[in-house]
């Protein structure tokens, strides 16, 4: 009697799990991992086992309905049972269908067998994936034509071939050469600077200084009377004489003062 009880029972709980668990199923032909009714994980291309070289994109599927984000990552092929995965790019938190993943640079690893890995990682942290094996093949070297040699004309027998001109020999009689008369004298004055002729006289720029801060002084007088007036109407007298004070002739009778000092 207990045996009949407990298969039946071990059948009930099959049964309940494989109707609430949704199945995971793989595509060959597309290259999709399916995850539910709408998850989709999957590279299309690359496709398995081809040769790449250069900057490879990388296309496929990434959607799910808890998507938090997935990643690309890239393993040599070696013998150890844990692979050292690497990624190719950072997290990627936007869902793609049918389109670019990402862009591999294969330059940057040596030639070999690699596997090529896609991640879905959802809100609840769990995991689906799909992965490829790729060859890259960066290193083989490119064929280059070779430059055929140049072709010289070759004399014809018998031609004689003209040898060099004696040239005579032309002796100078020896010539002494003259020394430079040396000359003692001082260095050459330098011409003092006329100052009533230049182009901006010291009194002048003193002058355009003196009616620019005066002129400036003004404007800051008009701006403070003006600003006095409103804040007046507006019952603000006293925080409008601090701020006048403090922003506009604080600042002026400093800017005089340094002026002065300079001067």
Same mark, same amino acid.
């Given at each position: 009697?207990?045996g009949?009880?407990?298969?039946?029972?071990?059948a009930?709980?099959?049964?309940?799990?494989?109707?609430?668990?949704?199945?995971?199923?793989?595509?060959?032909?597309?290259?999709?991992?399916?995850?539910?009714?709408?998850?989709?994980?999957?590279?299309?291309?690359?496709?398995?086992d081809?040769?790449?070289?250069?900057?490879?994109?990388?296309?496929?599927t990434?959607?799910?309905?808890?998507?938090?984000?997935?990643?690309?990552?890239?393993?040599?092929?070696?013998?150890?049972?844990?692979?050292?995965?690497?990624?190719?790019?950072?997290?990627?938190?936007?869902?793609?269908?049918?389109?670019?993943?990402?862009?591999?640079?294969?330059?940057?690893?040596?030639?070999?067998?690699?596997?090529?890995?896609?991640?879905?990682?959802?809100?609840?942290?769990?995991?689906?994936?799909?992965?490829?094996?790729?060859?890259?093949?960066?290193?083989?070297?490119?064929?280059?034509a070779?430059?055929?040699?140049?072709?010289?004309?070759?004399?014809?027998?018998?031609?004689?071939?003209?040898?060099?001109s004696?040239?005579?020999?032309?002796?100078?009689?020896?010539?002494?050469?003259?020394?430079?008369?040396?000359?003692?004298?001082?260095?050459?004055?330098?011409?003092?600077?006329?100052?009533?002729?230049?182009?901006?006289?010291?009194?002048?720029?003193?002058?355009?200084?003196?009616?620019?801060?005066?002129?400036?002084?003004?404007?800051?007088?008009?701006?403070?009377?003006?600003?006095?007036?409103?804040?007046?109407a507006r019952?603000?007298?006293?925080?409008?004489?601090?701020?006048?004070? %403090?922003?506009?002739?604080?600042?002026?009778?400093?800017?005089?003062?340094r002026?002065? %000092?300079?001067?």
């Amino acid at each position: 009697m207990r045996g009949p009880v407990l298969h039946l029972a071990t059948a009930a709980i099959t049964m309940f799990f494989s109707l609430t668990t949704p199945p995971i199923t793989f595509s060959p032909a597309s290259g999709l991992r399916f995850q539910g009714e709408s998850g989709q994980v999957g590279i299309t291309s690359p496709t398995f086992d081809e040769r790449v070289s250069g900057v490879v994109p990388i296309s496929g599927t990434a959607i799910d309905p808890d998507f938090a984000f997935f990643r690309l990552e890239y393993a040599l092929d070696t013998t150890q049972a844990d692979l050292t995965w690497i990624e190719i790019q950072a997290p990627v938190a936007q869902q793609v269908r049918d389109g670019v993943l990402g862009l591999w640079d294969t330059t940057l690893v040596a030639d070999a067998r690699y596997f090529l890995r896609l991640q879905v990682v959802r809100g609840d942290e769990s995991v689906i994936e799909d992965q490829i094996a790729v060859q890259i093949i960066n290193a083989t070297p490119t064929p280059t034509a070779t430059p055929l040699p140049t072709p010289t004309a070759t004399p014809p027998p018998g031609t004689p071939t003209p040898g060099p001109s004696p040239t005579p020999l032309i002796q100078q009689p020896p010539t002494r050469t003259p020394r430079p008369d040396v000359t003692l004298q001082g260095p050459s004055p330098t011409p003092p600077v006329d100052q009533v002729s230049s182009i901006f006289p010291p009194g002048a720029l003193r002058h355009a200084a003196t009616t620019g801060m005066m002129i400036t002084l003004g404007v800051f007088v008009l701006l403070g009377l003006y600003g006095l007036i409103r804040t007046t109407a507006r019952g603000q007298l006293r925080v409008a004489l601090w701020h006048f004070r %403090r922003e506009i002739v604080n600042p002026l009778i400093d800017g005089l003062s340094r002026w002065n %000092r300079k001067k």
